[in-house]
C-alpha cells in the first residue's frame, strides 16, 4: 500500500489454495502489516479499484474487506481523499498489544476451525 510518507507499496498475497475467502485475506494481510508496523497510522491504502485491478478480482470483494476494517476501526475511509490507517492506532502500546493478542486469537480460532490441532499450530507458525 503505498504511504502518505513515501512510495511503498503494499500489495496482500492470496492463496487460491487456502480455502479462506479472498476478502478474509485481504483483512488478515492488512491487520498483520498494521500490526507488524509495516503500515502506520496515516498510511494510505490503495484505492478499490486500483486493488482490483492489481489482484484481478472484482472490486466488490475488495470494498467488502475496507468495509470490515473500518468497523473494526483499523482504517478510516475519507471521501475523495482515500482510505487510511486509523490515526486512533499510534502510539499507544496497551492498544497495540491488545490488537496483537485479538489478532492472535482470531488465527488460532481460524486455524481450528480449519481443523488445525491447537498442539500444531506453534510449529506451523515456525515452519511459514
Known amino acids: 500500500m503505498s504511504s502518505t510518507s513515501g512510495d511503498r507499496k503494499f500489495v496482500p498475497v492470496l492463496d487460491e489454495a487456502s480455502g479462506v475467502a479472498f476478502y478474509r485475506q485481504i483483512i488478515l494481510e492488512i491487520e498483520r ?5 509495516r503500515m502506520k497510522p ?6 478499490i479499484r486500483s486493488l482490483a ?4 478480482m472484482n472490486p466488490n470483494t475488495i ?8 468497523f473494526r476501526g483499523l482504517v478510516k475511509t475519507q471521501v475523495g ?4 490507517v486509523s490515526s486512533a492506532l499510534g502510539g499507544d502500546d496497551d492498544e497495540r498489544l491488545a490488537r496483537i493478542d485479538e489478532t492472535v486469537a482470531r488465527c488460532v480460532r481460524e486455524l481450528e476451525a480449519l481443523g488445525v490441532p491447537r498442539s500444531d499450530i506453534p510449529d506451523l507458525f515456525r515452519s511459514r
Do not use: H, Q
Not at 33 to 37: C, E, M
Not at 42 to 47: A, F, Y
Not at 53 to 56: N, T, Y
Not at 63 to 70: G, I, S, T, V
Open 33 to 37: 502489516a498494521i500490526v507488524s508496523g
Open 81 to 84: 481523499s482515500g482510505t487510511f
Open 63 to 70: 470494498a467488502k474487506a475496507y468495509a470490515e476494517l473500518e
Open 53 to 56: 485491478i492489481e489482484l484481478k
Open 42 to 47: 496515516g498510511d494510505r491504502l490503495p484505492t
